[in-house]
């Protein structure tokens, strides 16, 4: 079983989450992901930024320790913090309170039913599978049930840990990346 320190002492570049001492391989992401992740994450930067919020938005590649112990680290495609002690000099050390992952070819599999299952059970709030071959987006509240909510690529996403005040407009989103489909 393998822990932190051994994901820790990888060789830089290496790309691996370390999910209940096991490591998963994960492939550099493609242009149509990272910019889904970039328009994605210029909405959370607007709104905290305008209400003066204290949640504090990421983009991937940053290690989040997720139980809190030595054998699960993962990078999220982007992800939200809300309790500022949870962010350290190297890591997030805990839950964050939204995850979206968006998926690729190679890590459908892990992000839809591995990490899924981790990050409810470790207390992640709300979680967003975005899938962008299939223009659809499916949203986990696992404060209120297991069930994801379905959307599609012209639908506007209202961000629960938010109270619905900051929404995801996802025909924009299409707008700016269909030229890559």
Not at 50 to 66: H, M, R, W
Not at 77 to 82: A, E, K, R, S, Y
Not at 92 to 109: F, M, R
Request: net charge negative; with cysteine; hydrophobic share 40%.
């Amino acid at each position: 079983m393998m822990t932190i320190d051994d994901y820790l002492n990888l060789p830089e570049g290496e790309r691996v989450e370390l999910i209940d001492g096991v490591f998963y391989d994960m492939a550099a992401p493609i242009p149509i992901h990272q910019k889904i992740a970039s328009l994605i994450n210029t909405v959370f930067e607007n709104f905290v930024k305008t209400n003066k919020g204290s949640c504090v938005p990421f983009i991937a590649p940053s290690d989040v320790q997720l139980d809190c112990d030595n054998k699960t680290v993962v990078q999220p495609d982007l992800f939200v913090v809300c309790d500022r002690n949870k962010i350290t000099k190297k890591r997030i050390v805990g839950a964050p309170d939204l995850v979206i992952e968006i998926l690729s070819e190679s890590n459908w599999y892990t992000d839809i039913f591995i990490k899924r299952q981790k990050y409810k059970n470790a207390g992640v709030k709300e979680y967003w599978i975005v899938m962008p071959d299939k223009l659809r987006i499916q949203v986990y509240c696992f404060e209120k049930s297991d069930e994801p909510t379905e959307y599609t690529f012209t639908d506007k996403i209202p961000i629960s840990i938010w109270g619905g005040k900051c929404v995801v407009d996802f025909a924009d989103i299409y707008t700016d990346i269909s030229f890559m489909l």
